[in-house]
């Protein structure tokens, strides 16, 4: 007899729960476990959790859309798979895949600052060897385990604000914690809101930066350019080093976290990189604070826009010749307004195709000739724009 297309009992997954999470509950509602629910009832073979929670095959995911109702999409979330192109540009390791999604945005140091590594079959962060990584408060109402709990992207729980802990066995069967429920170190409100953002971004899409909104894919970039940035080698820093070092006596951790030699940061042991989660978040509130010089391309998402002066309807007065000659800006003052508010506009426009379109509409207002148009669109691609972000429509 062929089983029923719909099974009567199928716990609605949680937020962001991985597909091996949801397949365990899933089966305990039948008395059974996870790949007995595989075989027996989607008449699959066994899969660990990492091969569920990763890449599993699209029928498995199919069948399982069909078999509790749920929409397909929603089952491709509960795996990393299912997060291409936001989190990941791809799960298959390509040359060039680091520099393309570390490089392309640049925060404390200016582009080309840094040295560029290429390690071999790296993928963004995901980790060099699987850590059993969870929230204890969540954990003690619930067996449901999330899919980023897997990934070094947040060090606190966003929901209860509290740090993530390593574990062993198998909730809620078993869990020790490695460490003890007494011994809890506090948590910073810089890596509170870093956390609370990233958090937005998993589950809204975009994140709310005191500029203006990002989308969920550039913040992930521009997170894990930052990591690299305070992993960068001592000489690359220049006249920032002693910024740079003030970041990490900030959040009181070691400079680089202790790296006596460079390596991605998706290798590196999980008390290591919370340090460096600590110390992106600290950079972050310096930055916003304004009280840390950052040269990168992209550092002005992290900084509050200008504050716009609203009239109190009032005719201002004519100023006095004294006011008017010290307010009268220089020659040289205005064109260095003029290249600073070119540069804000060409850093924006490399993250955002509004700020694009809106600044190659400015740019091609004297353009008369295809050669000028081309020209202009050559110009746009060597300042690292986006051609893809540029109308299709400018010849009409």
């Known amino acids: 007899m062929r089983p029923p297309e719909r099974w009567p009992l199928h716990p609605a ?57 749920l929409d397909q999409h929603r089952v491709n979330a509960m795996t990393m798979a299912g997060w291409v192109p936001w989190l ?57 385990l999330l899919l980023f709990w897997q990934l070094p992207v947040m060090a606190s729980c966003p929901v209860h604000g509290r740090r993530l802990e390593t574990y062993e066995g198998n909730p809620p069967d078993y869990i020790l914690w490695a460490t003890p429920a007494h011994d809890q170190r506090p948590l910073p409100e810089s890596l509170s809101l870093l956390d609370r953002r990233t958090w937005q971004a998993i589950t809204t899409g975009s994140v709310d930066l005191p500029r203006y909104p990002v989308h969920a894919g550039i913040w992930f970039r521009l997170l894990r350019t930052l990591l690299d940035e305070l992993t960068t080698a001592q000489g690359r820093y220049g006249r920032q080093l002693d910024d740079v070092r003030r970041v990490w006596e900030h959040c009181g951790h070691p400079f680089r976290a202790g790296l006596y030699s460079w390596q991605p940061f998706e290798t590196l042991h999980w008390t290591v990189q919370q340090q460096l989660l600590e110390a992106a978040a600290a950079a972050m ?7 840390l010089s950052a040269l990168g391309t992209s550092a002005h998402l ?62 091609r207002y004297g353009c008369r000739s295809e050669e000028s148009v081309g020209s202009l669109r050559e110009t746009f691609a060597e300042l690292h724009i986006p051609l893809d972000f540029l109308s299709q429509t400018e010849n009409q």
């Open 13 to 69: 997954p949680a937020e962001t729960e991985s597909l091996s999470s949801w397949l365990r509950r899933i089966a305990a509602s039948y008395g059974m476990y996870s790949y007995e629910l595989l075989e027996h009832g989607l008449g699959h073979r066994e899969l660990s959790d990492t091969e569920l929670d990763l890449n599993p095959p699209t029928d498995l995911l199919e069948e399982l859309a069909n078999r509790t109702g």
């Open 88 to 144: 990941f540009d791809s799960l298959i390791p390509a040359p060039g895949a680091y520099e393309t999604y570390v490089h392309q945005l640049s925060v404390l140091l200016p582009p080309k600052r840094r040295n560029i590594y290429a390690p071999r079959k790296w993928l963004p962060w995901l980790p060099g060897a699987g850590v059993r990584r969870g929230c204890p408060d969540c954990l003690e109402s619930s067996p449901t």
């Open 285 to 291: 509130e310096l930055i916003e604070a304004g009280s």
């Open 302 to 363: 992290l900084r509050p826009g200008p504050n716009p002066r609203i009239s109190d309807g009032i005719r201002p007065g004519r100023p006095t010749a004294t006011a008017e000659a010290w307010k009268k800006p220089t020659l040289d003052e205005l064109w260095k307004q003029a290249t600073d508010a070119l540069e804000v506009c060409i850093a924006a426009a490399k993250a955002d195709p509004l700020v694009a379109q809106q600044l190659y509409d400015f740019a």
